[in-house]
């Protein structure tokens, strides 16, 4: 039987800042994706150039909403966003 080894997330989540990450809310699916700018020492998330993807009834809708700030209580996980976005110049 391996033994559960605790890890700190701080060190982590230090390494995402200034990357676009995602941040899933416990409640409805609700997904961020937006870039990290800072986290505290209690681990709220402040986010810029942040879109609020919403999946219901297999349709996924994202929402362009600018800078916002998620209290910690709220997150089940945050990753690295690892797919390019494309870019497109006019």
């Known amino acids: 039987m391996s033994s559960f080894q605790p890890v700190n997330p701080k ?3 230090k390494t995402l800042i200034n990357k676009t990450v995602i941040v899933r809310l416990k409640w409805n699916k609700t997904e961020y ?3 990290l700018l800072s986290i505290d020492n209690y681990m709220n998330l402040q986010l810029d150039n942040t879109y ?3 999946v219901e009834n297999n349709e ?3 929402e362009l909403i600018g800078e916002i700030f ?13 797919t390019k ?3 497109t110049e006019n």
């Open 11 to 13: 060190p982590f989540l």
């Open 33 to 35: 994706k937006g870039t």
């Open 52 to 54: 609020e993807i919403v």
């Open 60 to 62: 996924r809708k994202e």
């Open 70 to 82: 998620i209290r910690c209580n709220n997150v089940l996980f945050i990753r690295e966003d690892t």
């Open 85 to 87: 976005m494309e870019v």
